[in-house]
Each structure stands twice: as C-alpha cells, then as structure tokens.
C-alpha cells in the first residue's frame, strides 16, 4: 500500500538545526519532495531528491534518503523564525504520472 | 509569469448547494491535479486531467465530485449537494511536460470551502 508517516510537531530555538523525519513505502517512488505549508497558504516546493541518490542540499537545507529504510529526512540549518511553517514529505508513485502521496505534515515551531 | 491561480480562496456553502472551484495552471502547463486537505491531515490526490481528458479520478468520492478541464479556460471541481464532510482545503497543481514522474507540481493557494 501507499502511505507516508511523518511526526506532527517539532519545535526548536531559533539558530539550531532542524531535523524533519519521513517514512514511506511504496519502494517504486521515483522521487521524493519536501514542500512548506506557511498558514492560509498553498504548497512551496522546497526540494526533491531522486530515489536514487543519498542525499542533496542545497543552501540550509539537507535532504537525506535511507532507501533501504525507506527513511527520508530534511535538515534545516540555522532555524529561523520565518522557517515556523507545516513541512510535508510526499512521494510520487510510478506509473507514468506524477501522482503525489503525502504525509500528514510536520509542525515546526521556532522560538527565540 | 503568474502562478498556479484558484477562486475563490474562500467558499462558503450550506448543506445542499452547489460549490464550483476553478484552477488556472501556470502558463504553458497542460496537466492539473487536484488534492483535499481536510483539517490537521495531508493532502490527499483526488484526480489527475489533461486538456479534455481526465486520466485519473481515483481518489474522487464515487457521488457529488466532478472534474473537467476545458480545452479553453480553467479547470473546474464541482461538488454537488455539498455536506458538512466536503468542508476543506482544497488544491490544484499543474504541471508542464508529459506528466510524467520526473514532473515537478506547482501549487496553487487553494480554495478553502466551509459548508454550514
């Protein structure tokens, strides 16, 4: 089956690192993404990695991938305030379009 | 260049009527889908339409959902009948080569529909 499982909240001070976790299952994903819900609204593609690689960054951000685990996480260096947002993990499912799966989301609270 | 654009952002209905939603993807996209996000969840995959086509409608309820995406203007999710269920977020995407699993999707800022 199809599902995607992410922890609901994390909080963090403001200039530490963030560590969002995703698992997921259907092992023929192509590709896996991370998006940034801000509240009210629509979806912020954050970054992306073929399931073929370990790991990406770009900027703060650093997306790892355990294939084996079917583990995914997304680190955000040096948290900022304007970070504090909803971060969803989704997979697209292989089947000739890209049909996304998402997790339920992770809360990320950034305090001073 | 604009992007991915709903309306309403706000929508609300009472038990019984009809709700529309429209989407127009960016320019030069041809594929749209279409996601829910009820309160505190994720956002679940409701149909996937190509240009008069749709490809995909897996995740619609069986009754009451519709979708089409006219070879001119939006594309249109029409719920019918709506009850207090239907009441969430709603999103399109679109995205621009085949549709393929290598395609990026761009979001639009949903439409957030409330049925009293």
């Known amino acids: 089956g199809e599902d995607v499982e992410q922890s609901l909240f994390l909080s963090v001070r403001e200039g530490d690192s963030s560590v969002i976790n995703c698992t997921y299952t259907?092992?023929?994903?192509?590709?896996l993404y991370w998006y940034k819900q801000e509240p009210g609204a629509g979806l912020q593609l954050l970054t992306y990695?073929?399931?073929?690689?370990d790991m990406k960054q770009d900027q703060r951000l650093t997306v790892l991938l355990n294939k084996k685990d079917k583990h995914l996480s997304l680190r955000i260096a040096d948290t900022q305030t304007g970070d504090s947002a909803i971060y969803f993990c989704?997979?697209?499912?292989?089947?000739?379009?890209?049909?996304?799966?998402f997790g339920a989301g992770t809360r990320l609270a950034v305090h001073p | 260049n604009a992007g991915v654009m709903q309306n309403p952002r706000h929508l609300v209905r009472r038990r019984g009527q009809e709700a529309r939603l429209r989407c127009s993807p960016m320019?030069?996209?041809?594929?749209v889908y279409w996601y829910r996000q009820l309160p505190e969840e994720g956002l679940k995959f409701m149909v996937y339409?190509?240009?008069?086509?749709?490809?995909?409608e897996s995740g619609m309820p069986k009754e009451r959902f519709s979708a089409e995406f006219p070879k001119e203007g939006p594309s249109i999710l029409r719920i019918q009948q709506v009850v207090r269920g239907d009441s969430a977020a709603y999103f399109c995407?679109?995205?621009?080569?085949?549709?393929?699993?290598?395609?990026?999707?761009?979001f639009g800022p949903g439409t957030r529909l409330t049925v009293l």
């Open positions: 995407a679109s995205s621009f080569r085949t549709g393929s699993s290598t395609d990026t999707q761009y």
């Open positions: 259907d092992s023929s994903s192509t590709y």
């Open positions: 990695i073929f399931s073929n690689m």
């Open positions: 989704a997979e697209s499912i292989s089947g000739g379009y890209n049909k996304l799966i």
């Open positions: 320019k030069g996209h041809s594929h």
């Open positions: 339409l190509q240009k008069e086509n749709i490809i995909d």
